[in-house]
T-cell receptor
Framework: KNEVEQSPQNLTAQEGEFITINCSYSVGISALHWLQQHPGGGIVSLFMLSSGKKKHGRLIATINIQEKHSSLHITASHPRDSAVYICAVNPDNDMRFGAGTRLTVKP | KAGVTQTPRYLIKTRGQQVTLSCSPISGHRSVSWYQQTPGQGLQFLFE???????NKGNFPGRFSGRQFSNSRSEMNVSTLELGDSALYLC????????????FGSGTRLTVV
């Protein structure tokens, strides 16, 4: 079993829909990252969370440390949100990654 | 300010050769970490350097090595290349090790033929 599990693997949405991507992990961590990877490979760090909730524009990330679960929400989705979203955790001073969720937002 | 710069962007090497990839961190960032991304294994941590010292190493064979210079620039080296080493190699920098808000470079896409 992977230490970091993401769901769903693939997600297709219509423009304007509310999107949720989930991440569960089985290791002790001090923080969790949400990353965005566009075609071509470049990775952007969206959020770092150690507790509670963070919001940036249309993106919201939440984490429940006790339940070892995090969610990334996108409100009013747009085709430019199409990317792979990756959850990563920091145990033992390295990084463990989920397999990613491929999001396609159709106009 | 300039982002994390990785060179080269693309590289084709022959099996058995060695390769060196370069990563220049954001100015002021002293920690550099390296990752390998393949379709089969996804993203995997290779190693992290801080102040010219390797702090952590992922589960990769000794053919994968790295170093960091006094200006925080880092290189990684893969010797005796295998077909399975074909991957996107990403580096990320941060101000302190294990710090949050890693900033990633665009990666070097290595193809081993």
């Amino acid at each position: 079993k992977n230490e970091v599990e993401q769901s769903p693997q693939n997600l297709t949405a219509q423009e304007g829909e509310f999107i949720t991507i989930n991440c569960s992990y089985s290791v002790g961590i001090s923080a969790l990252h949400w990353l965005q990877q566009h075609p071509g490979g470049g990775i952007v760090s969206l959020f770092m969370l150690s507790s509670g909730k963070k919001k940036h524009g249309r993106l919201i990330a939440t984490i429940n440390i006790q339940e070892k679960h995090s969610s990334l929400h996108i409100t009013a989705s747009h085709p430019r949100d199409s990317a792979v979203y990756i959850c990563a955790v920091n145990p033992d001073n390295d990084m463990r990654f989920g397999a990613g969720t491929r999001l396609t937002v159709k106009p | 300010k300039a982002g994390v710069t990785q060179t080269p962007r693309y590289l084709i090497k022959t099996r058995g050769q060695q390769v060196t990839l370069s990563c220049s961190p954001i100015s002021g960032h002293r920690s550099v970490s390296w990752y390998q991304q393949t379709p089969g294994q996804g993203l995997q941590f290779l190693f992290e350097y801080f102040s010219e010292t390797q702090r952590n190493k992922g589960n990769f064979p000794g053919r994968f090595s790295g170093r960091q210079f006094s200006n925080s620039r880092s290189e990684m080296n893969v010797s005796t290349l295998e077909l399975g080493d074909s991957a996107l190699y990403l580096c990320a920098s941060s101000q302190t090790p294990g710090a949050f808000g890693y900033t990633f470079g665009s990666g070097t896409r290595l193809t081993v033929v």
